[in-house]
C-alpha cells in the first residue's frame, strides 16, 4: 500500500517539526496521519482502517495500555545522509516509541543516550552520545522508551525511507 504510486502522502517542509515553516535544505518529505490529534482516533480513511489492525497487533505485543499517536514517515534520497533534528513524539509521563520499517533503505534511526521529558526542550540538547543506530530493512520493528531523543537520516543509496511511526501509553 505505502510502497505504491497511489499512496495520499502529504508534503512536510520539516517532517522533525511539524509546526514549522522554516524548510532547512534536506529537511522536506512526506508523512500520513493516521491518528486525528484532536479526538485520538484512528481517522476515517481507508489507509488507517488496512493499518489499524497491524496497529493494534503492536499495541498488544509491547504491552502499552493506548495508541497515542501513528503516521506514515517517508523520507526521500539526499546524496548528503541528511540528518533530521533529534526529537521526541511528544509529551506524555511514559510512552513508547515504535518504528515499522516499511522497505529496505539506507538512513539509519539513531537513539540517543539523553532523555528528554517535554518537546519545547529539545532545542537546547546538544553534544549527544549515540547509544544504538538501526538500518531500516523491511519489517523490522524497533521499540523504545520515547523519552530517548532520536532522529533518522535521509537516504543516500536508495530513493526513499518509509516508515510505520506509532507511539503507545504505558499507563
Known amino acids: 500500500m505505502v510502497l505504491s504510486g497511489g499512496f ?24 500520513y496521519g493516521l491518528v486525528d490529534k484532536r479526538t485520538g482516533r484512528l481517522v476515517d480513511s481507508r489507509e488507517s482502517h488496512i493499518t489499524s489492525c497491524c496497529l493494534y497487533l503492536i499495541k498488544d505485543y509491547i504491552e502499552a495500555t493506548s495508541l497515542l499517536k501513528a503516521r506514515y514517515d517517508m523520507t526521500i534520497f539526499n546524496p548528503n545522509k541528511f540528518r533530521h533534528d533529534p526529537h521526541i513524539d511528544l509529551n506524555h509521563p511514559d510512552f513508547l516509541s515504535v518504528i515499522l520499517y516499511m522497505n529496505d533503505s539506507d538512513g539509519e534511526t539513531v537513539i540517543f543516550e539523553e532523555k528528554c521529558y517535554n518537546t519545547d526542550q529539545v532545542e537546547c540538547m546538544t553534544n549527544l552520545t549515540v547509544k544504538k543506530s538501526v538500518e531500516p530493512k523491511s519489517n523490522r520493528l524497533l521499540v523504545f522508551n520515547g523519552h530517548y531523543l532520536h532522529t533518522g537520516h535521509s537516504p543516500s543509496k536508495t530513493n526513499k525511507r518509509i516508515l510505520l511511526n506509532s507511539v503507545y501509553g504505558k499507563n
Open 8 to 31: 495520499p502522502w502529504y508534503y512536510r517542509e520539516n517532517l522533525t517539526k511539524a509546526n514549522t515553516r522554516n524548510t532547512i535544505l534536506g529537511s522536506v518529505g512526506f508523512d
